[in-house]
């Protein structure tokens, strides 16, 4: 908000002075980051929901194979901790990438970011390879309620991945047009924590549904 002041320089003739209010600046500041960090987070405590409804359902329905193969029939362990390690190296390579955006080092922080991305891909190749592999077995979703839940939890986390690599993808570009300015900042955070979540999900999945589905 302005004000108008009024001067006299002589008889006849005035000046006339336009003042800022130093508090109409701050009245109508904005900050973005604030409600991109909140509805981001809000996303993915739905997220978490998702999952934990998953999870759930695999809790109950999960034993019931319907006399047909069950989780140590099927199960390569060696194969799904090697997919274990790419998803988790790729976490690694994530944080430093991270460490070169606050460096202002935008070739690091690309390079690193491609890093996790080849990460991430082999993991989903892993998966994809798993699935084809089930689905020649005859180990297909409508073969038991087991196998429905074990597709849809897998399943949707692989999807969450994908998502993942996409956005990875177009925050490259983003990086390589417009540098680490304020926007592409958020946009690395924000990714940041996505991707440690399905991390964090992911470990979930093997412990639980994996491991304890073969040991138990």
């Given at each position: 908000?302005?004000?108008?002041?009024?001067?006299?320089?002589?008889p006849?003739e005035?000046?006339y002075?336009?003042?800022?209010?130093?508090?109409?600046?701050?009245?109508?500041?904005?900050?973005?980051?604030?409600?991109?960090?909140?509805?981001?987070?809000?996303?993915?405590?739905?997220?978490?929901?998702?999952f934990?409804?998953?999870?759930?359902?695999?809790?109950?329905?999960?034993?019931?194979?319907a006399?047909?193969?069950?989780?140590?029939?099927?199960?390569?362990?060696?194969?799904?901790?090697?997919?274990?390690?790419?998803?988790?190296?790729?976490?690694?390579?994530?944080?430093?990438?991270?460490?070169?955006?606050y460096?202002?080092?935008?070739?690091?922080?690309?390079?690193?970011?491609l890093?996790?991305?080849?990460?991430?891909?082999?993991?989903?190749?892993?998966?994809?390879?798993?699935?084809?592999?089930?689905a020649?077995l005859?180990?297909?979703p409508?073969?038991?309620?087991?196998?429905?839940?074990?597709?849809?939890?897998?399943?949707t986390?692989?999807?969450?991945?994908?998502?993942?690599?996409?956005?990875?993808?177009?925050?490259?570009?983003q990086?390589k047009?417009?540098?680490?300015?304020?926007?592409?900042?958020?946009?690395?955070?924000?990714?940041?924590?996505?991707w440690?979540?399905?991390?964090?999900?992911w470990?979930?999945?093997?412990?639980?549904?994996?491991?304890?589905?073969?040991?138990g």
């Open positions: 908000m302005a004000h108008t002041m009024q001067s006299t320089t002589g006849t005035r000046v002075h336009v003042v800022e209010d130093p508090h109409a600046h701050a009245e109508h500041a904005h900050h973005p980051e604030t409600g991109t960090n909140l509805g981001f987070w809000i996303y993915l405590m739905s997220d978490c929901l998702i934990a409804i998953l999870f759930a359902t695999h809790a109950v329905i999960g034993r019931n194979y006399a047909g193969p069950s989780p140590a029939d099927l199960f390569d362990l060696k194969l799904i901790l090697v997919a274990t390690f790419m998803l988790l190296f790729s976490s690694i390579t994530y944080g430093f990438a991270m460490l070169n955006s460096r202002n080092n935008v070739r690091g922080t690309i390079t690193w970011l890093v996790t991305g080849v990460f991430g891909l082999a993991f989903l190749g892993i998966e994809i390879y798993e699935f084809q592999h089930l020649h005859g180990a297909t409508q073969r038991s309620a087991f196998l429905s839940s074990f597709f849809t939890l897998v399943g986390h692989g999807l969450h991945v994908t998502f993942g690599l996409i956005w990875l993808v177009t925050l490259v570009f990086l047009k417009h540098g680490l300015n304020a926007a592409n900042n958020r946009r690395l955070m924000c990714l940041s924590m996505f440690h979540f399905l991390d964090v999900i470990i979930g999945v093997f412990s639980y549904v994996y491991l304890m589905g073969v040991v």
